[in-house]
């Protein structure tokens, strides 16, 4: 690893003419040559200048004692004693007599530090001064005064020697000067109390320039605040009040209030019926005619029946308020919302509306049309609950009636099976033989009785109503068994009456129930039929003869406060963040 040699000092091989001959500008010294590896002693440029060689070249002795003889330079050395430009002025440094020639003039400093000034010394010069200044430790105020101070001290800030004084290690090691010192710049002295006593008349001069000091400074701040308020606030506010005074196209409002009314039952109770009367009842309809009203629906409808476009794209509308031709729905309903104004008291009950148009008819004209399309929407709201009901009692009853038709069919079914029209009734016809032959036989059994009361009864008239007797007892044995016996061919008269019963009562439950279906079918008919809420005008719509809108002074108010607002915060924040970073 080798390590790059690195000069002590700048080869200063010229002196004299060669010395006076170079250029009064340029850059920084540049170093001519490095110091040879290996050798020890003085600078051999340096010996060469000090014993006023001018070509700067070395002398050898010749090998044999001929004597000494120029010895031929290498390309290096032979560049390096070249003339170039160094920054010295070719007729030579001014001001270098010596250092006592300012000491045996009779000036002043001030009166030095203006001599040096007019020398016209260059910038390279002045800081070359300042840089021997502080190595030195002197204290300079500028560039002519370190001149000023190194002549005094007997040093002359141009010499050779001490310019390359300045590229070596400092004498205590610590390497080179300060780096943080910007050359060249002018150094201010630090503000001593001064010797003078101050009067009373001093004093209150003092005071007296401070006091219109203060005075210029708020009187210059308050000048600024007025042009800012003039220009941020007052200005603005006169833009807008000559435009609600002067420009602003009149515009009519039409006020109109209605209420939405819900249409109950006869009779009914429970906690329904105490809110039937209030509008907590019909809310729910009122927030929804009023969404309906301020919608695009209800401005598409609106254009289409009367032209609410055509009447706000009139030529006659200032800028601000007229549609342009052809606008976009947007655009329209956008201005829409700006003039109908429509607003729902939740404790009344009652809906305000307010239109604004162009003109006193216009504006009636929109008010009667957006009341229709309110009434249109009250009545469309349980539209389709009416005829849900409607259509589920008619399906009810078209059921019930069916099964009706079904119950009936089969009791005739079994009547033709069991040929027996009515069970009831047969059952009483048996009852009524039965009964009477029942009668038959106990009037036999008396006239045999009576019969065998005799001493010498008839016996063949015994025999006979014996006979008759047990005839009629079979006869009312074999109706008996009609009644509960099961040996026939359809069975008992029991089983049957049963049967037919049984049908016969579902055929009623079945009849009852298409009844009641049919008288629901009536109710719907009745409610579908029958409008269940209604719009109740309080205010009608009446077009008015004055202008309701631009109100001018209270829009140009209005302006003022918020251009005010607008100009409080920003002064604010920006004071606020001026504060935080100065701080």
Same mark, same amino acid.
């Given at each position: 690893?080798?390590?790059?040699?690195?000069?002590?000092?700048?080869?200063?091989?010229?002196?004299?003419?060669?010395?006076?001959?170079?250029?009064?500008?340029?850059?920084?010294?540049?170093?001519?040559?490095?110091?040879?590896?290996?050798?020890?002693?003085?600078?051999?440029?340096?010996?060469?200048?000090?014993?006023?060689?001018?070509?700067?070249?070395?002398?050898?002795?010749?090998?044999?004692?001929?004597?000494?003889?120029?010895?031929?330079?290498?390309?290096?050395?032979?560049?390096?004693?070249?003339?170039?430009?160094?920054?010295?002025?070719?007729?030579?440094?001014?001001?270098?007599?010596?250092?006592?020639?300012?000491?045996?003039?009779?000036?002043?400093?001030?009166?030095?530090?203006?001599?040096?000034?007019?020398?016209?010394?260059?910038?390279?010069?002045?800081?070359?001064?300042?840089?021997?200044?502080?190595?030195?430790?002197?204290?300079?105020?500028?560039?002519?005064?370190?001149?000023?101070?190194?002549?005094?001290?007997?040093?002359?800030?141009?010499?050779?020697?001490?310019?390359?004084?300045?590229?070596?290690?400092?004498?205590?090691?610590?390497?080179?000067?300060?780096?943080?010192?910007?050359?060249?710049?002018?150094?201010?002295?630090?503000?001593?109390?001064?010797?003078?006593?101050?009067?009373?008349?001093?004093?209150?001069?003092?005071?007296?320039?401070?006091?219109?000091?203060?005075?210029?400074?708020?009187?210059?701040?308050?000048?600024?605040?007025?042009?800012?308020?003039?220009?941020?606030?007052?200005?603005?506010?006169?833009?807008?009040?000559?435009?609600?005074?002067?420009?602003?196209?009149?515009?009519?409002?039409?006020?109109?209030?209605?209420?939405?009314?819900?249409?109950?039952?006869?009779?009914?109770?429970?906690?329904?019926?105490?809110?039937?009367?209030?509008?907590?009842?019909?809310?729910?309809?009122?927030?929804?005619?009023?969404?309906?009203?301020?919608?695009?629906?209800?401005?598409?409808?609106?254009?289409?029946?009367?032209?609410?476009?055509?009447?706000?794209?009139?030529?006659?509308?200032?800028?601000?308020?007229?549609?342009?031709?052809?606008?976009?729905?947007?655009?329209?309903?956008?201005?829409?919302?700006?003039?109908?104004?429509?607003?729902?008291?939740?404790?009344?009950?009652?809906?305000?509306?307010?239109?604004?148009?162009?003109?006193?008819?216009?504006?009636?004209?929109?008010?009667?049309?957006?009341?229709?399309?309110?009434?249109?929407?009250?009545?469309?709201?349980?539209?389709?609950?009416?005829?849900?009901?409607?259509?589920?009692?008619?399906?009810?009853?078209?059921?019930?009636?069916?099964?009706?038709?079904?119950?009936?069919? =089969?009791? $005739?079914?079994? %009547?033709?099976?069991?040929?027996?029209?009515? @069970?009831?009734?047969?059952?009483? /016809? !048996?009852? &009524?033989?039965?009964?009477?032959?029942?009668?038959?036989?106990?009037?036999?059994?008396?006239?045999?009785?009576?019969?065998?009361?005799?001493?010498?009864?008839?016996?063949?008239?015994?025999?006979?109503?014996?006979?008759?007797?047990?005839?009629? =007892?079979? $006869?009312?044995? %074999?109706?008996?068994?009609?009644?509960?016996? @099961?040996?026939?061919?359809?069975? /008992? !008269?029991? &089983?049957?009456?049963?049967?037919?019963?049984?049908?016969?009562?579902?055929?009623?439950?079945?009849?009852?129930?298409?009844?009641?279906?049919?008288?629901?079918?009536?109710?719907?008919?009745?409610?579908?039929?029958?409008?269940?809420?209604?719009? =109740?005008?309080?205010?009608?719509?009446?077009?008015?003869?004055?202008?309701?809108?631009?109100?001018?002074?209270?829009?140009?108010?209005?302006?003022?406060?918020?251009?005010?607002?607008?100009?409080?915060?920003?002064?604010?924040?920006?004071?606020?963040?001026?504060?935080?970073?100065?701080?």
């Amino acid at each position: 690893m080798t390590t790059k040699p690195k000069a002590k000092k700048y080869r200063i091989g010229r002196t004299g003419q060669a010395a006076t001959e170079r250029p009064a500008t340029g850059d920084a010294m540049q170093p001519d040559a490095v110091a040879d590896e290996g050798r020890t002693g003085p600078d051999q440029a340096s010996i060469a200048n000090a014993s006023g060689d001018p070509a700067g070249t070395r002398a050898s002795p010749k090998v044999g004692g001929a004597g000494p003889a120029a010895r031929p330079l290498n390309p290096l050395e032979a560049a390096a004693q070249a003339p170039h430009e160094d920054g010295f002025p070719k007729e030579g440094f001014k001001g270098t007599q010596g250092a006592g020639t300012l000491a045996e003039d009779d000036l002043t400093p001030e009166q030095a530090v203006e001599a040096i000034r007019k020398e016209g010394l260059t910038g390279r010069q002045l800081r070359m001064a300042r840089r021997v200044a502080q190595k030195h430790g002197l204290a300079t105020t500028s560039d002519f005064d370190a001149v000023y101070q190194l002549r005094r001290a007997g040093i002359d800030p141009f010499q050779r020697a001490n310019m390359l004084d300045l590229v070596g290690p400092a004498a205590d090691g610590s390497g080179d000067a300060d780096q943080s010192v910007h050359l060249p710049q002018t150094v201010v002295p630090p503000q001593l109390p001064a010797n003078h006593v101050y009067d009373e008349a001093d004093r209150a001069r003092s005071v007296l320039e401070i006091q219109k000091d203060i005075a210029r400074r708020r009187r210059r701040k308050l000048r600024m605040l007025v042009v800012r308020l003039a220009f941020f606030v007052f200005l603005p506010t006169i833009i807008a009040g000559y435009y609600y005074y002067n420009v602003a196209t009149p515009m009519y409002a039409t006020k109109t209030e209605f209420v939405i009314q819900k249409a109950d039952g006869a009779g009914g109770g429970g906690l329904g019926s105490l809110f039937a009367g209030s509008g907590l009842a019909t809310s729910q309809d009122s927030t929804t005619v009023q969404s309906y009203l301020t919608s695009r629906d209800a401005m598409l409808r609106l254009d289409q029946d009367v032209g609410y476009k055509a009447v706000f794209s009139d030529p006659e509308i200032d800028a601000v308020q007229r549609l342009e031709d052809n606008a976009s729905n947007e655009a329209a309903y956008k201005l829409y919302k700006k003039n109908v104004k429509i607003g729902f008291d939740p404790t009344e009950g009652i809906v305000k509306m307010e239109i604004v148009a162009p003109t006193p008819a216009a504006s009636a004209q929109f008010s009667e049309r957006l009341i229709a399309y309110a009434e249109e929407r009250v009545d469309n709201l349980t539209q389709r609950l009416r005829e849900d009901q409607m259509k589920g009692s008619r399906e009810s009853y078209e059921e019930a009636e069916l099964e009706m038709f079904a119950a009936q069919a =089969e009791v $005739l079914r079994l %009547q033709e099976k069991m040929g027996v029209f009515d @069970a009831a009734s047969d059952a009483s /016809s !048996l009852m &009524s033989q039965i009964n009477a032959f029942e009668v038959q036989v106990q009037e036999k059994h008396l006239a045999l009785r009576q019969l065998l009361d005799n001493s010498r009864p008839n016996k063949a008239r015994v025999d006979g109503v014996r006979g008759d007797i047990e005839r009629l =007892e079979t $006869l009312i044995g %074999q109706l008996r068994a009609k009644l509960t016996e @099961a040996g026939g061919e359809n069975g /008992s !008269l029991a &089983s049957i009456s049963g049967q037919l019963r049984i049908a016969q009562t579902n055929l009623e439950t079945r009849t009852l129930l298409m009844q009641q279906a049919l008288q629901q079918l009536e109710t719907a008919r009745i409610e579908a039929n029958k409008q269940t809420r209604y719009l =109740e005008l309080g205010v009608r719509p009446v077009a008015p003869d004055e202008p309701t809108y631009p109100r001018a002074f209270e829009n140009t108010m209005l302006a003022f406060l918020i251009f005010s607002g607008i100009y409080l915060m920003v002064s604010i924040t920006v004071s606020i963040l001026r504060e935080q970073v100065s701080s």
